[in-house]
C-alpha cells in the first residue's frame, strides 16, 4: 500500500486525478444506493408525472 | 381547494418560431462557410460575379471566413438551441408545476431580449467586433445584456417552482436547475474582461489560464447548453410522444447526478498533448472517459422509453426524430471519450473529425430533437393536426442522410490530414507532406460535408413550411386545466442547514475527510485516518439501520425542496472547476516562469494582435504545438531544441489564441529574431521569422499568389485599412492593469514606437518591389506612406513577432515541477 502511494503522490500534482476520482465515486455510490432503495410507488408516481394533465389530443391521459 | 389555471402557450409559440426562423440563418451561414473553404470566391469575390462588377474585391472583410464562422456557431448554439430550448422548458416547466409562468413581463423581457441580443450578434461579429474566444465572441456590452437576461429567465424559472402546485420536482426540472446555475456560472467567468473602449476588452486571464478557463467554459457549454436542457426536454417530451412513462426513474436519479458531477471536470481534454501540466491532462481524460457511462445511461433510458411503443416508429414522424435524436446523442457521446483518449487525440485534434463529431451532437442530437419536439407541439399548441405527415418524413430521411454524408465526410478529411500531416520519411528527418498538399487532398470532402450540410437545411426548411401551414390551419390556444392548489407546507420545507447537516451528509462529509487525510498524513498517522473513515462508514451503516430509512426520506425531500437541490447542484459542479483552475491561476504567473518566457509585444504588435483576433484567423490557425515528434518537426524552427509550445511562451496573451482548428498551418512560431540591416546592425524592433515581409504581404494580399490552391481568404483590405493607434495607450494601459509587465510609457513613446516599426517593414516592402494592384498609381514613397498606417503592416508586424521569447533562469530550482511536460512522459 505505501508503495502504491509512493509511486502515486511522489509528485504533488498527480494526487488530484485521484482524490477527484475518489470524490466522484462516493457521490456515485451515494447516490446508486438511493436509487436501489427508492421504491416502486414512489418511482411510479414520480414517472408519471409528464403524463398527468395531457392535452385532449392524447389518447390515455393518465398512466400508472 | 381547486382553481383553474392557463398555460403561457403564447410564450413557447414565440419561442419556438424564433427557433426555426434562427435555425434556418444560422445553418444556411453553416452552409455558406462550408462552401468558402472550397471556393476561395465565396469570401467576397463572388459578389464581383453577381453583380457585374459593381462590387468589386477579392475578398469583403464582414464575408470572410473568419468573421463568419463565429456567426455560425453564436447563431446555432445560442438562436437556434437557445430558442428551442426556451420553448421546451416554458412548455414543460408549467405543466410538470402545475402552474402558469410566474410573471408574463418576465417572459415577455426574455423572449425580445433574447432576440435583441441575437441581432446585435448578427451586425456585431461580420463587423469584426469579437473577444476572439470560440463560442464567447460577443462584445462586453452584449454579454452584460446576456447574464441581466439569463437572470430574468432564472428568476421566472424559479419564482414558477416557488408558485407550483405539484410537490414533486420531476426529473426534468432537475436539468433544467443544473442548466440554469451552471450556464450563469460558465459565462460569468469566462467573459470576465477589462474593457478598452466600448467595442473592445481584454479578458482578465491570459495564456495558459485563458485556455484553461476558456474550455472549462467551452466543453460545458456542450455539457449545459447543448446537453441538459435537452435531456430535460427528452425526460418530457419522449414519454409524452410515447404515452408511457420513461423507462427508468431509477436509472434517471443516477443519470443526472453523475453526468452534472462528471461533465464539468472533462474540459481539458482540449488541451491534450500539449504542454498543460499533466495532472491536467490526465483529469481530462479519466473523466471524459468516465463520461461513457451516465451518457449511455440516458440513451438507453431514452431509448427504452419506447419499449412496447416500437410500431410508432414507423408511423409517428414525432417519435421518429426523437428517437433518432438520442441514437445520435449515444454515438456523438461515444466518440467524445473516444477523441479525449490522448492518443487518439494526438490524430484527431486540429482536424475536422473534430468538426464532424460537434455536429453529430449538433445536427443529430440538439437539431432531431428540435424537430420531434416541434412536430409535437405545433398540433396542441395550434389546436389542430400536423398539416402534413408525409413532409415531416421526408424531412426525416433527407436530414439522417444529410448528417451522414456529413460526419462521413469529415470524418475522412480528418483522419485523412491527420495521418498525413504525421507521416515522416522512412529517412526519420523529414516530413512526407507539405501542409498545402493535405488540403488538396481533402477538399472533395469538404465538397461532400457542404453538400450534407445543404441537404440538412432543405430538411429544416421543410419543417418550417409545415410548421407554418399548420399554425394557418389552427388557431392559437392556451391550454386550461384544473389544479388542485397545493399548501405552502407541502413542499420547499427544507432549510438550507436541514438539507445540509443531516446524518447522511454528514457522515459522507467526514469519511470523505478522513479519507483526504489517509491521502496526505504521514505514515501511522494516514492508517490511524483510514481507520477513522472505515469506521465513520460503519457508524453510517448502523445509523442507517436506528433511523428506520430517514435517510432514504432525504433525496425525496431535496426533489420537493428546489432551494437546498439548486445550491447541491452548484457544489456539484463547482469543484470540478475549482480544482483544475485555481491551482493553475496561482502556479502559473510570470513570475514562477523558468526557460521561456514570451517576448512583451511591441506596441504595433499589439495592434496587429488585435486585428488578428477581430479577423477571426484563429478559426483557422491554431497558435500551440503540441509535444509530438510530427508537430515539432513541422512547425518548430530550425535549430531549436524541444520546439514545441511552452506555456511560458503565450503566458501574456489576453486573449490567448491556442486555437482549436487547424484549416492552415500552426502559427506559434512563425516569427523570428530581430531582423539586420545590410550595414550588419539591429534593427529596432522589426523581425523576420519563417517568411519575409514581403511574402506575408503578397500572401496577405492574395493568398492563392503565394500558396496555389489555399483556402485562405484574402486579406487585401487589411493593407486599405488603417491601424488604430490612437487607441494603443488606453490598450497597454489594460494590459498592464491585467499583469502585462510593460515599462512607463508615455503616448508619444508609444507613437514613436509604432512609426519606427511601421516605417521598417514598409521600407522593406518597398525595397522588395512591393506593388499594391489596388492603386497601381502608388510607388515608392507614396506607396510608403500608405503602407506605414495600414492595419496589414501593424498585422506583419504581429505574425513576424510570434513565439519570441526570452529564457530565464530562477536562482531556486522552480517549484511547480508539473510545468516540465517531459517528467511524465
Given amino acids: 500500500m505505501s508503495d502504491f502511494k509512493r509511486v502515486m503522490f511522489e509528485d504533488w500534482s498527480?494526487?488530484?486525478?485521484?482524490?477527484?476520482?475518489?470524490?466522484?465515486?462516493?457521490?456515485f455510490i451515494l447516490i446508486s444506493v438511493r436509487a436501489v432503495l427508492i421504491n416502486k410507488t414512489e418511482t411510479d408516481r414520480l414517472a408519471s408525472l409528464p403524463l398527468e394533465e395531457s392535452s385532449p389530443e392524447t389518447l390515455n391521459p393518465r398512466q400508472s | 381547494m381547486t382553481t383553474s389555471i392557463t398555460y403561457d402557450d403564447k410564450s413557447v409559440r414565440r419561442f419556438m418560431i424564433a427557433s426555426i426562423?434562427?435555425?434556418?440563418?444560422?445553418m444556411l451561414a453553416g452552409v455558406f462557410i462550408a462552401t468558402q473553404l472550397s471556393f476561395w470566391q465565396m469570401n467576397g469575390k463572388f459578389l464581383e460575379t453577381l453583380t457585374g462588377g459593381w462590387i468589386k474585391g477579392d475578398g469583403i472583410s464582414f464575408l470572410t471566413f473568419g468573421r463568419l464562422r463565429p456567426l455560425h456557431t453564436n447563431a446555432v448554439i445560442f438562436a437556434f438551441v437557445g430558442n428551442m430550448m426556451f420553448a421546451g422548458i416554458y412548455y414543460s416547466t408549467q405543466r410538470l408545476c402545475k402552474a402558469r409562468m410566474a410573471s408574463d413581463l418576465l417572459s415577455n423581457i426574455h423572449f425580445y431580449a433574447w432576440q435583441l441580443i441575437i441581432v446585435a450578434a448578427a451586425i456585431t461579429l461580420p463587423a469584426g467586433l469579437t473577444r476572439g474566444k470560440e463560442y464567447a465572441e460577443l462584445i462586453w456590452p452584449i454579454n452584460i445584456c446576456v447574464v441581466l437576461v439569463w437572470v430574468v429567465f432564472a428568476v421566472n424559472f424559479f419564482w414558477t417552482l416557488a408558485k407550483r402546485n405539484e410537490p414533486s420536482l420531476y426529473v426534468a426540472l432537475w436539468f433544467y436547475i443544473a442548466t440554469i446555475i451552471t450556464v450563469a456560472m460558465l459565462y460569468i467567468v469566462n467573459h470576465l474582461s477589462l474593457p478598452t473602449s466600448f467595442t473592445h476588452s481584454y479578458p482578465i486571464f491570459g495564456g495558459l489560464q485563458d485556455g484553461l478557463v476558456q474550455w472549462w467554459y467551452g466543453h460545458n457549454a456542450v455539457a449545459f447548453?447543448?446537453?441538459?436542457?435537452?435531456?430535460?426536454?427528452?425526460?418530457?417530451?419522449l414519454p409524452k410522444a410515447a404515452n408511457r412513462p420513461v423507462y427508468s426513474y431509477r436509472l434517471s436519479i443516477v443519470h443526472f447526478w453523475s453526468l452534472v458531477f462528471i461533465y464539468i471536470w472533462a474540459g481539458p481534454h482540449h488541451l491534450l498533448n500539449t504542454a498543460l501540466p499533466h495532472w491536467l491532462q490526465y483529469l481530462g481524460m479519466l473523466f471524459s472517459l468516465m463520461l461513457w457511462a451516465p451518457s449511455w445511461g440516458g440513451m438507453l433510458n431514452g431509448l427504452l422509453t419506447l419499449r412496447g411503443a416500437w410500431d410508432k416508429l414507423r408511423t409517428d414522424p414525432v417519435i421518429k426524430f426523437l428517437a433518432a435524436g438520442v441514437t445520435f446523442y449515444g454515438m456523438a457521446t461515444f466518440e467524445g471519450p473516444l477523441m479525449a483518449i490522448t492518443k487518439v487525440n494526438a490524430l484527431s485534434h486540429y482536424t475536422d473529425w473534430t468538426v464532424g463529431h460537434v455536429h453529430s451532437g449538433a445536427l443529430g442530437w440538439n437539431g432531431m430533437m428540435a424537430a420531434g419536439m416541434f412536430y409535437w407541439l405545433a398540433p396542441r399548441l395550434w389546436k389542430t393536426q400536423l398539416w402534413s405527415k408525409p413532409l415531416a418524413n421526408m424531412h426525416f430521411w433527407i436530414a439522417t442522410i444529410g448528417i451522414l454524408i456529413y460526419i462521413a465526410a469529415l470524418w475522412c478529411a480528418g483522419i485523412m490530414q491527420g495521418l498525413m500531416l504525421s507521416e515522416i520519411m522512412p529517412s526519420g528527418t523529414t516530413l512526407r507532406y507539405e501542409f498545402l498538399d493535405t488540403l488538396k487532398e481533402i477538399q472533395v470532402f469538404f465538397i461532400a460535408r457542404a453538400f450534407g450540410g445543404f441537404l440538412y437545411l432543405c430538411g429544416f426548411v421543410m419543417l418550417a413550411v409545415n410548421i407554418w401551414k399548420t399554425a394557418r390551419s389552427g388557431v392559437a390556444v392556451e391550454e386550461t386545466v384544473e389544479v388542485t392548489l397545493l399548501e405552502k407546507k407541502q413542499k420547499d420545507g427544507m432549510g438550507f442547514c436541514a438539507a445540509i447537516l443531516n446524518d447522511p451528509i454528514a457522515h459522507v462529509i467526514l469519511a470523505m475527510g478522513f479519507v483526504l487525510l489517509w491521502f496526505f498524513l504521514p505514515p501511522h498517522a494516514n492508517i490511524a485516518a483510514l481507520l477513522v473513515a472505515v469506521l465513520l462508514g460503519f457508524k453510517a451503516v448502523s445509523a442507517f439501520r436506528a433511523s428506520n430509512g430517514a435517510w432514504?426520506?432525504?433525496h425525496e425531500r431535496i426533489l420537493e425542496n428546489y432551494l437546498p437541490f439548486t445550491v447541491l447542484v452548484f457544489a456539484a459542479v463547482a469543484i470540478g472547476g475549482s480544482v483544475q483552475i485555481i491551482p493553475t491561476i496561482i502556479v502559473n504567473r510570470g513570475k514562477n516562469i523558468e526557460g521561456r518566457l514570451q517576448e512583451l509585444y511591441t506596441p504595433l504588435e499589439l495592434a496587429g494582435r488585435d486585428i488578428y483576433v477581430s479577423e477571426g484567423c484563429y478559426n483557422c490557425h491554431s497558435q500551440m504545438i503540441r509535444t509530438l515528434v510530427p508537430e515539432v518537426m513541422r512547425y518548430g524552427r530550425p535549430g531549436v531544441a524541444d520546439d514545441w509550445s511552452h506555456l511560458g511562451e503565450s503566458i501574456y496573451d489576453h486573449p490567448y489564441q491556442w486555437g482549436s482548428k487547424r484549416t492552415g498551418p500552426d502559427l506559434a512560431h512563425?516569427?523570428?529574431?530581430?531582423?539586420?540591416?545590410?550595414?550588419?546592425?539591429l534593427y529596432s524592433s522589426m523581425r523576420v521569422g519563417k517568411r519575409g515581409n514581403d511574402w506575408h504581404f503578397y500572401h496577405f494580399l492574395d493568398p492563392r499568389d503565394k500558396s496555389p490552391g489555399s483556402n485562405m481568404p484574402s486579406y487585401w483590405f487589411l493593407f486599405e485599412k488603417e491601424t488604430d493607434v490612437k487607441a494603443l495607450p488606453g490598450k497597454i494601459k489594460a494590459q498592464v492593469a491585467l499583469g502585462v509587465p510593460y515599462p512607463v510609457m508615455t503616448d508619444a513613446d508609444i507613437t514613436d514606437r509604432v512609426e519606427t516599426q511601421a516605417q521598417d517593414i514598409a521600407k522593406s516592402l518597398v525595397e522588395a518591389g512591393a506593388y499594391f494592384p489596388k492603386k497601381p498609381q502608388l510607388q515608392g514613397d507614396s506607396l510608403r506612406n500608405h503602407l506605414v498606417k495600414s492595419q496589414g503592416v501593424a498585422l506583419i508586424a504581429y505574425v513576424q513577432k510570434l513565439g519570441a521569447y526570452k529564457n530565464v533562469k530562477k536562482a531556486q530550482p522552480a517549484e511547480p515541477s508539473s510545468l516540465n511536460p517531459d517528467s511524465h512522459r
Wanted: neutral net charge; proline residues 8%; aromatic residues 20%.
Fill in chain 1, 14 to 27: 498527480l494526487w488530484i486525478p485521484m482524490v477527484s476520482f475518489g470524490i466522484f465515486f462516493m457521490v
Fill in chain 2, 21 to 26: 426562423a434562427w435555425g434556418i440563418i444560422g
Fill in chain 2, 225 to 237: 447548453f447543448l446537453t441538459t436542457p435537452i435531456l430535460g426536454i427528452m425526460y418530457y417530451f
Fill in chain 2, 552 to 554: 432514504t426520506n432525504w
Fill in chain 2, 670 to 681: 512563425e516569427g523570428g529574431p530581430i531582423a539586420k540591416k545590410p550595414d550588419g546592425t
